[in-house]
């Protein structure tokens, strides 16, 4: 049974090379697939309202499982991971105190645009023993001291995404319920460029009534491949992992010039970066028409991502569970 003496008593015991126990709620199956590549074992808490994990977006790796609330007692926490200091906080925080268990929160989205700063505020002033975002733009959105927290940006598996080839003549993009959030995700910009008729688009994604999201990983990754270019309309999202993703797999991309994207984009170079849809269409027919302007751009922007997608996971979760929980001692 876990039990605050046994959380102590495992810590005191625990090697360097021991997998550590990580509880956390279901919030990106992205991020979460990221930390399970450090070798420990991640528990997503199976909570009413959330949904269970999405393996048309990843295939659950072996060291990660669903736990029902029954079942927490029968595990020892080294840590808990908190994604979504929104929805997830209370319920996580209640654990940390209960199990004598340090929290991580992660923060790798924004706050949305209908929140006020006095909402924000409240949200930042939720106490983690150790904080994560995933770019400075992300921190200052919540209000947060970049000295505060450990900057670590997104990552995929670039052993995975690799391999673009191209040639399907299509514009691809992947946006879950792209048109039902047009606040952050742009969808009036492709509805625009797609207005132009001057390419065939290929939406992907969850977006019902619009697009489907691809079956599995394995189809994600040829449909990356096969893109002749891909475009993201993001408005206020931080960079996306689609974004990465399509990179990652080296194919050219065309994007908006919007929060933390700026810092990865260098607009000719490892793709194109604009906010006026005419130069979207622009760039968009240029890489059309020019298979070795789009293989040079897409190989730039593997180069770019393979580079970035290195963040030391093991040192944040190592650091955390070092301290003593703040919740237990404010």
Same mark, same amino acid.
């Given at each position: ?187 009036? %910009?492709?509805? *625009? ?8 688009? +290929? #939406?992907?994604? $969850?977006?019902?009534? =619009? ?85 040079? %751009?897409?190989? *730039? ?8 997608? +290195? #963040?030391?996971? $093991?040192?944040?979760? =190592? ?12």
């Amino acid at each position: 049974m876990a039990t605050v003496f046994g959380t102590i008593l495992q810590g005191i015991n625990r090697q360097s090379d021991d997998k550590l126990n990580i509880l956390t709620i279901n919030d990106s199956e992205k991020l979460q697939s990221e930390l399970c590549r450090t070798g420990h074992n991640l528990y997503i808490l199976k909570v009413k309202g959330v949904r269970s994990w999405n393996t048309g977006i990843r295939n659950m790796p072996d060291n990660c499982k669903e736990i029902d609330q029954e079942q927490l007692n029968s595990i020892n926490f080294d840590l808990i991971i908190c994604q979504d200091r929104m929805r997830h906080y209370e319920i996580l925080a209640e654990f940390s105190v209960k199990f004598a268990c340090p929290m991580l929160g992660v923060d790798c989205v924004l706050p949305t645009p209908d929140i006020n700063q006095f909402q924000i505020q409240a949200l930042a002033d939720r106490i983690y023993d150790n904080s994560v975002c995933c770019s400075k733009f992300v921190a200052q959105g919540w209000g947060l001291d970049v000295k505060d927290v450990t900057v670590l940006p997104k990552s995929v598996d670039t052993d995975f995404f690799k391999g673009w080839i191209g040639g399907d003549s299509r514009v691809l993009t992947n946006v879950d319920f792209y048109h039902n959030r047009n606040m952050v995700t742009g969808f009036t %910009i492709f509805d *625009k460029i797609s207005a132009s008729k001057k390419f065939k688009m +290929n #939406p992907i994604g $969850n977006s019902p009534g =619009f697009s489907n999201q691809t079956k599995n990983q394995d189809e994600l990754l040829s449909v990356y491949n096969k893109a002749s270019v891909f475009l993201n309309t993001s408005s206020w999202l931080s960079t996306p992992y689609e974004l990465i993703e399509a990179m990652s797999c080296g194919c050219p991309v065309v994007t908006t010039k919007t929060t933390d994207i700026v810092d990865i984009i260098k607009n000719g170079e490892n793709g194109f970066i604009t906010n006026d849809v005419e130069e979207m269409i622009s760039y968009i027919d240029g890489l059309m028409k020019d298979h070795n302007l789009a293989k040079s %751009i897409g190989e *730039k922007g593997r180069n770019t991502i393979v580079e970035m997608c +290195n #963040p030391d996971w $093991n040192k944040q979760l =190592f650091n955390t569970i070092d301290r003593v929980p703040v919740l237990i001692v404010s």
